[in-house]
């Protein structure tokens, strides 16, 4: 059957005018909510080292730009029909490049790292998700659990965000990394997050979790190490290998110390876990330098007034109670040099020679056998 040539017309301009497709322009913007955070935070430039306004201004809105984007992915997964695990992942991404597209649109002035990015990681049956917006990096998890046996105000199964312990707000980056699920197949990843400031050193930091869906509302944090990243990368002293692949796993990191001499971490070391089981198990540790983790022991237990752990670093009771008495709350290295002065024998300055530690190896443990702590007064 033919139509009439004004339906024709009316249909052709019905097209043009664009109402036929708004679908696909609903599609391609953020919700209303969303791009109102987007217009609120373009004029606080894009990130904070370059704000004319205080981070503590701009990062409540931020928090509701992120909460904003998660409930909206939520709402896309849970209607018009609950997603199945096989066609979450399609859900959420058109959500996240609707948002992506406002941004490219409302905050086009600033460079493209720092408009709304985001990165998914699938697995099944959940969904993980990294949300980034000036500088600012969000972890996110979506699965799908049923709440009926608690006390709730949305009971049956739906998809929600999953509690995370870590990481905190202040992530710059986050990186993204599936971990070995174990006999149970439980959802296992790990997120390697940075904190970085507008100057000076920042913090690298690994956090591990497990969930399933009998787990509900909080993911188990089955790994934790938080460290420190300096400057200069020539100085890095990494020990180990980055290795998050089959059942073992290898994470190496640096952290400050009491034989630091600037803002870069002297001590590094590399965790090693076993993933193989039910439950995850911390398995090893080595260090860059295992004489300086003594001395470093040694100080920070001594200031503590810890005798019972400072015995465990020196070679006797009477050294121990001496350095606990001779410690000053606070000494930064002024020089940090090491000399081998015996067979066994090796000394590590701190301060010019004024301040030392003579350690022994003995049964293949370094000890601090003297030492003399300079006086200031």
Not at 26 to 54: H, K, M
Not at 154 to 175: F, Y
């Amino acid at each position: 059957m033919t139509l009439p040539a004004a339906i024709l017309l009316t249909l052709s301009v019905f097209v043009l005018s664009g109402c036929v497709p708004s679908r696909a322009k609903a599609a391609d913007a953020a919700p209303p909510a969303v791009q109102a955070l987007l217009r609120e935070l373009a004029p606080a430039s894009a990130d904070d080292c370059s704000a004319s306004v205080s981070a503590s201004d701009v990062q409540p809105s931020e928090d509701q730009l992120f909460n904003a984007v998660a409930a909206w992915v939520a709402d896309r997964l849970n209607g018009p029909t609950l997603a199945q695990a096989s066609d979450a992942e399609s859900r959420a991404r058109s959500a996240l490049l609707a948002t992506e597209h406002s941004s490219a649109e409302i905050n086009k002035s600033w460079p493209d790292e720092d408009r709304f990015h985001f990165e998914i990681l699938t697995l099944q049956p959940a969904i993980l998700v990294r949300l980034s917006y000036r500088g600012q990096a969000k972890l996110v998890l979506f699965g799908a659990y049923d709440l009926s046996r608690a006390a709730s105000i949305d009971p049956g199964m739906k998809w929600r965000q999953v509690g995370l312990a870590d990481p905190d707000p202040s992530a710059s980056t986050i990186d993204l990394f599936p971990l070995h699920r174990g006999p149970r197949g439980r959802v296992r990843f790990l997120a390697r997050v940075v904190r970085a400031g507008c100057a000076g050193s920042f913090g690298e930091a690994y956090y591990g979790y497990e969930w399933s869906a009998g787990g509900g509302q909080l993911a188990t944090e089955i790994v934790k190490i938080e460290g420190a990243e300096g400057l200069d990368d020539a100085a890095a002293k990494y020990v180990g290998t980055f290795l998050t692949t089959g059942k073992t796993i290898q994470l190496p990191y640096c952290f400050f110390s009491a034989v630091d001499t600037w803002d870069d971490p002297t001590l590094c070391a590399a965790d090693s876990f076993d993933l193989s089981g039910d439950n995850a198990h911390f398995t090893g540790r080595i260090y860059n330098a295992p004489d300086l983790v003594v001395v470093n022991s040694a100080i920070r237990h001594a200031q503590a007034r810890d005798d019972l752990a400072l015995r465990g670093y020196c070679t006797s009771d009477a050294v121990a109670r001496k350095l606990i008495r001779d410690i000053p709350v606070f000494r930064a290295a002024e020089a940090l040099e090491r000399s081998k002065i015996g067979p066994a024998r090796e000394k590590v300055v701190l301060n010019e020679g004024s301040t030392y530690f003579n350690l022994i190896k003995l049964r293949g443990e370094w000890r601090v056998e003297s030492f003399r702590i300079a006086d200031d007064k």
